[in-house]
């Protein structure tokens, strides 16, 4: 049997009707599940798509390079940020803080630039209710076996933190009918090209 592979609970719509600014788009999803990949690929094959770069105070994996994947940033500066009012949203995750830096989503949405945040699922709920015409997009795995395989496959965590991040895979799932859309991620690059179709979506 085919997966259902796009599952939509609301119709994209990319600009504001009144503004005619775009909308904020954001891929949210457990560990594991392809955010990093499917968002690479939006990178490479969709660059006039402005993709987020957070700041984490979790050290870089190899080849991770700073600016790139993330800004990767101390405790203390982290906290100025979130105290200086820096972050669109911010969360803990797995034992480590992540967050948005405000003024490029401002500046790239003024300008006209489609723009998309890949952020775990407190963030996106702090951006749900900031910015409640952002559209959500939740990237689900095939399945919770094929979920574990991912993770584990990738190699970057030790168990402490694999169990870690597993457990919070269950609370993700569990809050998928709070997104706009779901796209499994049985295929990087169909994925990553119905994450465009969405975030590119206008108003008719
Ligand atoms: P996330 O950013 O969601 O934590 P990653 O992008 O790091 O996940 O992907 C986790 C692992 O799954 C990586 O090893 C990646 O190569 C693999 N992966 C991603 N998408 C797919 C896919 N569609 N099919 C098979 N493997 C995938
Ligand atoms: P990782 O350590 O695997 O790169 O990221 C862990 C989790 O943090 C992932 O779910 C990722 O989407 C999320 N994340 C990355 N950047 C941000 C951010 O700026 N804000 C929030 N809330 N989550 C983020």
Same mark, same amino acid.
């Given at each position: 049997?085919?997966?259902?592979?796009?599952?939509?609970?609301?119709?994209?719509?990319?600009?504001?009707? #009144?503004?005619?600014?775009?909308?904020?788009? +954001?891929? @949210?999803?457990? @560990?594991?599940?392809?955010?990093?990949? +499917?968002?690479?690929?939006?990178?490479?094959?969709?660059?006039?798509?402005?993709?987020? +770069?957070?700041?984490?105070?979790?050290?870089?994996?190899?080849?991770?390079?700073?600016?790139?994947?993330?800004?990767?940033?101390?405790?203390? !500066? #982290?906290? %100025?940020?979130?105290?200086?009012?820096?972050?669109?949203?911010?969360? /803990?995750?797995?034992?480590?803080?992540?967050?948005?830096?405000?003024?490029?989503?401002?500046?790239?949405?003024?300008?006209?630039?489609?723009?998309?945040?890949?952020?775990?699922?407190?963030?996106? !709920?702090?951006?749900?209710?900031?910015?409640?015409?952002?559209?959500?997009? #939740?990237?689900?795995?095939?399945?919770?076996?094929?979920?574990?395989?991912?993770?584990?496959?990738?190699?970057?965590?030790?168990?402490?933190?694999?169990?870690?991040?597993?457990?919070?895979?269950?609370?993700?799932?569990?809050?998928?009918?709070? #997104?706009?859309?779901?796209?499994?991620?049985?295929?990087?690059?169909?994925?990553?090209?119905?994450?465009?179709?969405?975030? /590119? %979506?206008?108003?008719?």
């Amino acid at each position: 049997m085919a997966l259902l592979t796009l599952r939509l609970r609301r119709l994209p719509t990319a600009r504001d009707r #009144f503004t005619g600014v775009p909308r904020l788009s +954001v891929l @949210s999803g457990p @560990s594991g599940v392809g955010k990093g990949t +499917v968002v690479g690929k939006v990178r490479s094959l969709y660059p006039h798509i402005w993709v987020s +770069v957070s700041c984490t105070t979790r050290a870089p994996r190899p080849g991770e390079r700073e600016g790139v994947e993330y800004r990767f940033v101390s405790s203390d !500066r #982290f906290r %100025a940020m979130v105290a200086g009012g820096e972050l669109l949203e911010h969360a /803990e995750y797995a034992g480590n803080r992540y967050g948005t830096p405000r003024a490029p989503v401002e500046e790239h949405l003024s300008a006209g630039d489609p723009a998309l945040l890949e952020i775990e699922l407190q963030g996106a !709920r702090q951006v749900r209710r900031a910015m409640p015409e952002a559209f959500l997009v #939740f990237l689900a795995p095939p399945s919770w076996a094929e979920l574990e395989r991912r993770l584990t496959g990738r190699g970057t965590e030790d168990p402490v933190q694999l169990a870690s991040r597993l457990a919070q895979a269950k609370v993700e799932l569990a809050a998928e009918h709070e #997104f706009d859309a779901v796209i499994v991620n049985d295929d990087v690059e169909r994925a990553a090209a119905e994450l465009v179709r969405l975030i /590119e %979506a206008e108003c008719r």
